[in-house]
């Protein structure tokens, strides 16, 4: 007989040893489903996560996008694992980071075309900032002042941010010069509004540096700051944060604009950028993605850092390993979402212990 018994405090050895068990059991399940599919397994392993990093034929190309794909993950998971940590659960990021690449794009083209880069660039961060943070306090109101569920609210607001980037690559942000093809200018052409390479053949660009800077401050206030105190009080005795003096309601408003603030800068940098345009298929899934990000990373800065970097190479080397071994991409989406599966999965680990047999029994 096998029993689950709570411990009297989580494991901290097991806090951080699950990320570890759930990546290789991510591969053993990956690699399972990759032989189901007709494919050997330990190449495709290798292509998405040897290749990319070592292979000299890919490398040159692929070692710059791991930072470019890094960027956003690390700055929306660090925004999310704030929240996370308080029991504020925004999962509506990718919305913010469409809203907020579309408010900093709209900015950038409505001067066009201005040659002013000190002046387009930072105006259209701003907007991008505006705009996710906006987006953000939807969800952050109504469950402040009507008590409503911000999960089901901000999750259903990514299907209305996703038609309003319909609206606008078919509308109003439409290029005039693009023989009518959906999709707007292409900002890093125009380059008053192009997010530069910092150091070129790097990947290195700001939204990676904004990134960094988010991960350092976000360090700073859990873990060096009075909010960060009361941030790791809500998340792990509610009734005990109230009777401390946090306003619960205020920790929601703070908690939704950060995480959505940082999702529209990921946004624009993204747009400015990478992307180059606001288009139909702009949005790639950063911002469910960066759900994994976060609890991979332990909800912890640092770790959000190394969780990023891998979910990044997972995205470079399931491009590669669709191109080369003609694996789905849907494939290669299931074995990014086997990660978070097996995560939750074996987290029970953290604050349950297995009793087996007797032990069980009595």
């Known amino acids: 007989m096998i029993d689950l018994v709570k411990r009297p405090q989580p494991s901290r050895a097991w806090a951080w040893a699950t990320p570890l068990l759930a990546v290789l059991l991510t591969l053993i399940a990956g690699g399972a489903m990759f032989a189901a599919l007709g494919t050997d397994p330990v190449a495709a392993i290798r292509t998405i996560f040897y290749d990319p990093l070592f292979n000299p034929q890919f490398a040159s190309y692929s070692r710059p996008q791991l930072l470019v794909k890094a960027g956003p993950l690390i700055l929306i998971a660090t925004g999310l694992a704030l929240g996370f940590r308080a029991g504020v659960w925004n999962i509506g990021a990718e919305g913010q980071y469409i809203i907020g690449a579309i408010c900093g794009a709209?900015?950038?083209?409505?001067?066009?075309?201005?040659?002013?880069?000190?002046?387009?660039?930072?105006?259209?961060?701003?907007?991008?900032?505006?705009?996710?943070?906006?987006?953000?306090?939807?969800?952050?109101?109504?469950?402040?002042?009507?008590?409503?569920?911000?999960?089901?609210?901000?999750?259903?607001?990514?299907?209305?941010?996703?038609?309003?980037?319909?609206?606008?690559a078919v509308g109003t942000l439409r290029n005039p010069e693009g023989g009518g093809f959906p999709g707007s200018r292409n900002l890093g052409q125009w380059g008053a509004s192009q997010n530069l390479e910092l150091l070129p053949g790097t990947g290195l660009h700001w939204g990676l540096v904004a990134a960094l800077i988010a991960v350092i401050m976000a360090y700073v206030i859990l873990h060096r700051h009075m909010t960060g105190v009361h941030i790791r009080l809500a998340g792990q005795a509610p009734r005990a944060a109230r009777f401390a003096g946090v306003d619960p309601k205020r920790l929601v408003l703070f908690c939704f604009a950060v995480s959505g603030g940082l999702a529209g800068l990921a946004g624009i940098f993204e747009v400015a950028g990478p992307a180059g345009q606001i288009s139909i298929d702009f949005n790639v899934g950063y911002g469910f993605t960066a759900i994994i990000v976060a609890f991979l990373g332990r909800l912890h800065p640092v770790g959000i850092v190394l969780a990023g970097l891998l979910m990044a190479l997972t995205y470079i080397g399931g491009e590669l390993a669709s191109f080369m071994l003609n694996i789905p991409i849907a494939a290669i989406q299931a074995f990014q979402g086997m990660l978070l599966f097996f995560l939750l999965a074996v987290d029970v680990l953290t604050n349950y212990r297995i009793r087996i047999g007797r032990e069980a029994r009595a």
């Open 106 to 168: 709209a900015a950038g083209l409505a001067l066009y075309p201005s040659e002013s880069r000190f002046l387009v660039f930072p105006l259209m961060i701003l907007a991008g900032l505006a705009g996710g943070i906006l987006w953000a306090m939807i969800p952050a109101i109504l469950r402040t002042r009507f008590n409503t569920n911000e999960i089901l609210v901000s999750l259903l607001l990514v299907y209305v941010a996703e038609s309003i980037l319909a609206s606008m």
